[in-house]
């Protein structure tokens, strides 16, 4: 069964930053492109980043390029999102997803809050 | 930046048929995703590549494309139905619709 847990999130202040995690278990991590969708409180989803295979092969939302990071350690079978100069508006739950026709997989969910 | 538009809210009546759709600039150029959301979960893929359905999704569930429009359709929808749907394209990054709320009175 797949399965996919992200952790890492929680209350942080505006300007600083936190790390997310997604540990994969049920498949071959290594072969599958990864994604993180973010949703605000009471909103829409919102794609926030792919990863291929390598962490070479990276995508962002303009939203958040220059400010996040994608990464993946095959070893570990753990995905990444590493957050900077974070704002109110990323305040969200934070998804990871397998990537490939659609969005297959996904977790149950992190939840991030900016707030002073 | 590309965009999707969908209804904010469809009301539907047990058995019947409920019709959401998704609209964008040449959508039907495009290969179109569908997500089922209930409240406190997480989101289900239902439909992928317009209208192929991942496996244990059920026949009810279709999807067709074309043009500017595509079309997710829950033919005798049931209460377990309800919820939010979001349609999902490729443009130059994953784009989400802003969701329609699926109300089965």
Same mark, same amino acid.
């Given at each position: 069964e797949v399965q996919l847990l992200e952790s890492g999130g929680g209350l942080v202040q505006p300007g600083g930053s936190l790390r997310l995690s997604c540990a994969a278990s049920? #498949?071959? #991590? @290594?072969t599958y492109a990864m994604t993180w969708v973010r949703q605000a409180p009471g909103k829409g989803l919102e794609w926030v980043s792919n990863l291929i295979i390598s962490s070479n092969n990276t995508d962002y939302a303009d939203s958040v390029k220059g400010r996040f990071t994608i990464s993946r350690d095959n070893s570990k079978n753990t995905l990444y999102l590493q957050m900077n @100069?974070?704002?109110?508006? $990323?305040?969200a739950v934070y998804y990871c997803a397998t990537s490939g $026709?659609?969005?297959?997989n996904w977790g149950k969910g992190t939840l991030v809050t900016v707030s002073s | 930046s590309y965009e999707l538009t969908q209804p904010p809210s469809v009301s539907v009546s047990p058995g019947q048929t409920a019709s959401i759709t998704c609209s964008g600039?040449?959508?039907?150029d495009k290969y179109v995703c569908w997500y089922q959301q209930k409240p406190g979960q997480s989101p289900v893929l239902?439909?992928?590549?317009?209208s192929k359905r991942p496996s244990?999704?059920?026949?009810?569930f279709s999807g067709s494309n074309s043009g500017n429009t595509a079309t997710l359709t829950i033919s005798g929808?049931?209460?377990?139905?309800?919820a939010d749907y979001y349609c999902q394209a490729w443009d130059s990054a994953r784009v989400f619709g802003g969701g329609t709320k699926v109300t089965v009175l």
């Open positions: 049920g #498949f071959t #991590f @290594s @100069s974070l704002r109110a508006e $990323d305040t $026709d659609g969005l297959k | 600039d040449k959508l039907g239902v439909i992928y590549h317009d244990g999704i059920p026949e009810r929808t049931q209460a377990m139905d309800e």
